[in-house]
């Protein structure tokens, strides 16, 4: 089982939608970020967090539920400058060393 | 201007081939790594590097080697290039080492191993 799963999509949605992307994980991480990547370019920080509870930028807000390894990422009015794919990532620091994780990445697509 | 960039944006190569792909960031920053995106979209890193120290070396076939002549340059270069190279390699840069700063992507370099 990987460390960090993801629901890879594709997921389409009527703009103004309310979307809901999601990732579990298997291990003990201490920060946990959302990328957005559009089609052929790098991916680009959203947010990131390191404690459970909501934290809200805008239309974004990153949940991250520890108790249940559960982290979402909800985009409130979605637009069609959303359509891209989401990729949810986790660090920890274990021994000295670190490790970064990403999901597989979820495509989303906004529909005008 | 181009905070993070990779030459080149794509590479179409031989089986057997030794390549290299350049990335550098005019922002100051003191971390740079590698990431290799599959045809998934799964994105895993590579290396890390911290002022010209590697920091990070994920377990990578040691025909993957990155080289930092300076802080603002990560190279990586690649020996006896197989099929299962081809993919995304992305630099990105960040101002310290820790995971909760922002990394700054570069555009990519797409890598076809024929």
């Known amino acids: 089982q990987k460390e960090v799963e993801q629901d890879p999509g594709p997921l389409s949605v009527p703009e103004g939608a309310i979307v809901s992307l999601n990732c579990t994980y298997n291990s003990a991480f201490q920060y946990f970020m959302w990328y957005r990547q559009y089609s052929r370019k790098g991916p680009e920080l959203l947010m990131y967090?390191?404690?459970?509870g909501n934290k809200e930028d805008g239309r974004f807000t990153a949940q991250v539920d520890k108790s249940s390894k559960y982290i979402s990422l909800f985009i409130r009015d979605s637009q069609p400058s959303d359509s891209a794919t989401y990729l949810c990532a986790m660090s920890a620091t274990q021994g000295g060393s670190e490790k970064l994780v990403f999901g597989k990445g979820t495509k989303l697509t906004v529909n005008p | 201007d181009t905070a993070v960039s990779q030459t080149p944006k794509y590479l179409v190569t031989q089986m057997g081939n030794d390549k290299s792909i350049k990335c550098e960031q005019n922002?100051?920053?003191?971390?740079m790594y590698w990431y290799k995106q599959d045809s998934k979209k799964f994105l895993k890193i590579m290396f890390s590097?911290?002022?010209?120290?590697?920091?990070i070396n994920e377990t990578v076939p040691n025909r993957f080697s990155p080289k930092s002549p300076d802080k603002a340059h990560l190279n990586l270069h690649i020996n006896s290039l197989e099929l299962g190279d081809s993919a995304v390699y992305f630099c990105a840069s960040s101002q310290d080492q820790g995971w909760s700063d922002t990394q700054y992507f570069g555009p990519g370099t797409r890598l076809t191993v024929l």
């Open positions: 590097y911290n002022n010209k120290e590697l920091i």
């Open positions: 922002l100051g920053h003191d971390t």
């Open positions: 967090t390191y404690s459970s």
